[in-house]
């Protein structure tokens, strides 16, 4: 099994009568672990446009926009911490 890592993914969607903007963040073996997770809670439409990456990028306007600073501290540490028991518990 490949070691764990920190996903993340930034959703941003919009027509006449719905608007999403999300981020999500989660620890998996690999990236469609995090599409199943995507399409657990979103929906399977989302999965084509949620924009997936490996690591945090706090920088992103979406992440930067709606996750608060002590949580983008809290990532971080997820990311640098990733293998360690206390957060590599997977389903």
Known sequence: MPTPRLYT???IYADGSL???AFHASVAHHHAQVVQRLRSRFGDDVVGIAELRCG???ATPIAAAIVPPAVADMIREIERNCTTPRH???P
Do not use: E, G, V, Y
């Open 9 to 11: 993914a930034t959703i």
């Open 56 to 58: 945090f990028f706090p």
């Open 19 to 21: 608007m999403i903007q």
């Open 88 to 90: 590599s518990r997977l």
